[in-house]
């Protein structure tokens, strides 16, 4: 899929996403960014695509919720006439040992990155189809795409995540008969949570096969060649420097 005049909606539009953003934007891609909390974050970005001469629409939108969802997708189509690529990165990353989990941290979880990825989807797909096809992009993570858990206290986030995995195959599946092709990206040490020492930081560089952390970049460049790819479809590509094979 060539970018120039398409529509992107990118939701979860923090740190990695501002990348996505403004490289999908310096190839005359039209953006808009779905954004919870974050509109600080989300109106720098968009003043970046903005500077890039592309036009680009910030809107704070719950994607747990269906409705809003919809809604998101209506003022889409008013303001752009078509959407041609969804990234789901809207995700809560939060650990919570077992003994002290409860239902509520179980809910807020799934209901964020499976149940928001879905909704999100669905609410896409028909202004998707009217515009003759497109590409959903779900992110998921390099543990879960693994089919292991390896970290304690991690557990509905792993469920969640390995839960888009699946939605992934199943959605490519269902729509690969109107052109729209569903992949999932499982990012590794890419970008470090807020906090880590250096010394941490140099523990998960020296854990990883190539011996670093990838940088947003690398994430921005998967996204693009599932977007430029014509026959890849269903599949989830681990961007974590070879994490999985250590």
Known sequence: ????????????????????????????????????????????????????????VAAQVDVSDASACTALVARIEREFGRLDVLINMASLYQQVEYDVLTQADWHRQLSVDLHGTFVMSQAAVPLMKRSGGGRIINFTDWVAASGRPRYR????????????????????????GDRILVNAIAPGPILAPDGLTANELEVVAKATPLGQWGGPMEIAKAVLALIDADFITGETIRVDGGRHIS
């Open 1 to 56: 899929m060539e970018l120039a005049s398409r529509v992107v909606l990118l939701t979860g539009a923090r740190r990695i996403g501002q990348v996505i953003a403004t490289e999908l934007a310096s190839r005359q891609a039209d953006i808009v960014l779905g954004y919870r909390s974050s509109s600080t974050e989300a109106e720098a970005t968009a003043a970046s695509v903005r500077a890039l001469g592309r036009r680009c």
């Open 153 to 176: 206290g991690y557990l509905p986030y792993y469920v969640a995540k390995a839960g888009v995995k699946a939605l992934t195959e199943a959605l490519a599946l269902e729509l690969a």
